[in-house]
Every structure is written in structure tokens, then in C-alpha cells.
């Protein structure tokens, strides 16, 4: 088995946006980053949509996640101001804000507990009735009973957002290693590396495995210390809105129609991002012919005049979802192995945060406090002492006491 020369202090297993903005972070801490990965730049961020939607996608019984999906959004304008010093790309950034709307009165009943729990929340919302919402966005259909304006939410392209990362990372000393790994090596009750698919042992200090969908597929790995993510497959559609800045849509409209969440983005190039299916179909990324009937169906109930414009993609992506739909953050069971993954559909929105934290624990081998109730063990039992902590065996202490190889000065 070949070895490669000049040891990383941290290896990141995935260079989709999460791996790539862990390793961008890391680097510029001081730490010397590998990221592993066959087509870094890939993976769901070339499907997402891109809505930075803390406020319109908040859920009941997800307070936790939501405070950590605000306190990413606020990053997000500073976090883009460094990245564009770098990279001189602003990622399509638009404060535009976003309109969720009622179809029904079903809908609209509703939307009215979702705006009563934002107020429960402190959060800024305003509702619309459906008058007001066609005023904001005239192409609407006559039948929507009402709305909540949320100008708090924007949005991002995801496509230039891992392109400049990509950037961002080779300018900052990342090294992208185009292999895959097939195992994380193990010695010493520690993780010490990672084995790729063509033989090569890439030892580092620390292992992040950011690998989204693919993150609880890796071998090598103890029972208990393997990620509980599964792959939830979204299809998506583009269109082209024809003409220069055409007045199509403003702002982010979304909607529940037939109990299932569809949204339109559009982008100041004129593409309009139709999204998304949620489908629990495993490592299936075919695009179908009733995923795009239904996106087209349920967009057209929304915005009739969609279905005069081109189509120009259809794709399909895999989300990387955990049993609670919140990423696992931080460090495992296993010393030296730490998670980035299981941001299911807020990935792009986490980006910054996840970043920050990630590159703080690899760096001083502490969790931020917002980022303890994401920690990877929460899904495991809680026993008692173990017989070889009781009898105070060596290397039977938890987690925190190892501190982090290869930390920066």
C-alpha cells in the first residue's frame, strides 16, 4: 500500500459545499487540509435551489435547528464579503425575501398556525391577504387566498457559492486530492487516516467526514461511530425566463399544494429554479417523467404562466437526511474522527456556520456551544461507565480529553 508524502494535519472525506467550506475555514486557522474527493465542486449543492429560508422554513418541534439556521443566515453577508475578496464572485446573493402562499382555504388555515408560531417566536412575518400578495407578485393565480411576506429570507447560488469555494480553497493552501475513499483507518483506538479506492493510506492528525448521503457508507469505521444518514432524493427544474431582467417573479414564492412544498427561485440571470420532490428512494438519482409532471403541475397551480417557458434542466440530487433532519456536527465515539453531514435540506443555508464550528473544534478540540445539541453522539444510547473506563483503563476517556493532532500555533 503506497503512502503519500507531507501528512495533513486535518483530511476531509467529500468536497461538496459542506467539506469544502470545513476544509476553507480550517486552512486559514493555520492547519494543513486534504480534501478527498473524485469531482470536488459536486454533489447536492449543484441541485439545491439556494434559499437562504430560516424564517418560512421553520417547523414545529425544530427550535433548535432553527436558532442554528438564523444564526447561519446573519453570517451569511460577511461570510460572502471574505469569500468575494478572495474569489471577486457575490455568489448571487439577493436580499429579495420570500412569499409563502395559500392555495386554499385548507392552505391558508394552515399558514395562519405557521404565522402564529413565528410571532411565539419573536420572528417577522407579515400576512397578506390574496389581493395583496397578487400586488407584490402579479403572476400568481387569481386563487390564492392569502400569504406571509417574509423579507428576512434570500437567497444564494448554490453553483457559484461551491465554485468560489473551490477558489477559496486552493488559494488558501487546501490540497483537493481527486480519489475516493474507500476506508478510514483505525490504530490505537484513534482514527489515523483514510485509504482510498486505488490503495493510497493519506494519514492526518484528524478525519472529517463530510461526505453528505454518502457519509454513513464509508468502511473501517466501529459500530456506533457510522453516521445515521440516508440519501432523500429532491428532482429539480430550470427554466429560462426570455428577456433581460423579464418581470416574472421578484422574490422566492413557495407554497403546499397537495401537501407537498413546492417553490420557485428566481435568479437575476433569468433562471427560474422549480423545486424540489422528497423521495426516500435511496442512491436513485434518476430525474422521472411524474417528478417533473408533478413540479410543472403543482408550479402551474401556483404561477399559471410557468408552463410558457423553456425548460432547460431537469436533474436530480440526494439530500443528506439524519432521523431528526439536523446536521451532526463535531467530534465522535472515535478520537480523531469528526462529522459534517446530515444537513438534509439546509445545507446550503448552514454553510457558514458550519464552516466556523467545524474549524474551531479541529482547531482547539472544543464544540461551540451553539453547536452542541447537533452532536454526532445524540443518536446513540446513553449508558452507564463502561467496565474499562470503571477500572480506569487507558485511552477509556471520553472524547474531549484527547486533544486535536496537528493543532496551529
Known amino acids: 500500500m503506497g503512502h503519500v508524502a507531507g501528512h495533513p494535519d486535518v483530511v476531509v472525506v467529500g468536497g461538496g459545499v459542506i467539506g469544502l467550506v470545513t476544509a476553507w475555514r480550517t486552512a486559514l486557522r493555520g492547519l494543513r487540509v486534504t480534501v478527498l474527493d473524485p469531482a470536488p465542486g459536486g454533489g447536492a449543492a449543484l441541485v439545491a435551489a439556494g434559499m437562504l429560508a430560516a424564517v418560512s422554513e421553520l417547523q414545529y418541534g425544530e427550535q433548535e435547528l432553527f436558532r442554528l439556521n438564523l444564526a447561519s443566515a446573519e453570517r451569511y453577508p460577511s461570510f460572502l464579503a471574505e469569500l468575494g475578496e478572495v474569489t471577486g464572485d457575490d455568489c448571487g446573493y439577493r436580499a429579495c ?36 400578495c397578487r400586488r407584490l407578485e402579479p403572476m400568481l393565480a387569481p386563487g ?10 434570500h437567497q444564494v447560488d448554490p453553483r457559484r457559492l461551491v465554485a468560489a469555494l473551490l477558489t477559496a480553497c486552493e488559494r488558501a493552501g487546501v490540497v483537493l486530492r481527486r480519489a475516493t475513499a474507500a476506508r478510514v483507518e483505525v490504530a490505537g483506538g484513534r482514527a489515523t487516516g483514510v485509504t482510498t479506492d486505488d490503495g493510497d493510506t493519506l494519514s492526518a492528525g484528524q478525519v472529517v467526514l463530510a461526505a453528505g448521503s454518502g457519509s454513513g457508507r464509508l468502511a473501517g469505521l466501529p459500530a456506533g461511530v457510522l453516521p445515521p444518514v440516508r440519501p432523500v432524493k ?42 424540489a420532490t422528497s423521495e426516500e428512494l435511496g442512491e436513485d438519482t434518476t430525474v ?21 417557458l423553456p425548460l432547460v434542466e431537469t436533474r436530480a440530487g440526494l439530500r443528506p437526511g439524519s432521523p431528526d433532519n439536523a446536521p451532526l456536527l463535531g467530534p465522535t465515539a472515535l478520537p480523531g474522527l469528526l462529522l459534517a453531514t446530515g ?43 463502561s467496565p474499562a473506563a470503571a477500572r480506569g483503563v487507558p485511552g477509556a476517556q471520553p472524547l474531549e480529553s484527547h486533544p486535536p493532532q496537528g493543532v496551529a500555533p
Open 97 to 132: 425575501g420570500t412569499l409563502f402562499v395559500a392555495l386554499d382555504a385548507d392552505d391558508r388555515a394552515q399558514l395562519r398556525e405557521l404565522h402564529a408560531f413565528q410571532g411565539s417566536l419573536g420572528l417577522d412575518a407579515t400576512w397578506l391577504n390574496g389581493r395583496e
Open 144 to 153: 390564492v387566498h392569502g400569504g406571509l411576506r417574509v423579507d428576512g429570507d
Open 234 to 275: 429532491g428532482q429539480v427544474l430550470r427554466l429560462r425566463v426570455p428577456g433581460p431582467l423579464a418581470p416574472f417573479l421578484s422574490r422566492t414564492v413557495r407554497a403546499v399544494v397537495r401537501g407537498g412544498s413546492v417553490y420557485l427561485v428566481p435568479r437575476v440571470n433569468g433562471e427560474l429554479v422549480v423545486g
Open 288 to 308: 422521472t417523467a411524474g417528478g417533473v409532471y408533478e413540479l410543472l403541475r403543482d408550479a402551474h397551480e401556483l404561477v399559471p404562466g410557468i408552463t410558457e
Open 343 to 385: 444537513h438534509h435540506r439546509n445545507g446550503i443555508l448552514l454553510t457558514p456556520v458550519t464552516g466556523d464550528v467545524m474549524a474551531h473544534v479541529l482547531t482547539t478540540g472544543e464544540v461551540p456551544e451553539q453547536a452542541a445539541p447537533f452532536s454526532p453522539g445524540r443518536f446513540l444510547p446513553e449508558p452507564g461507565p
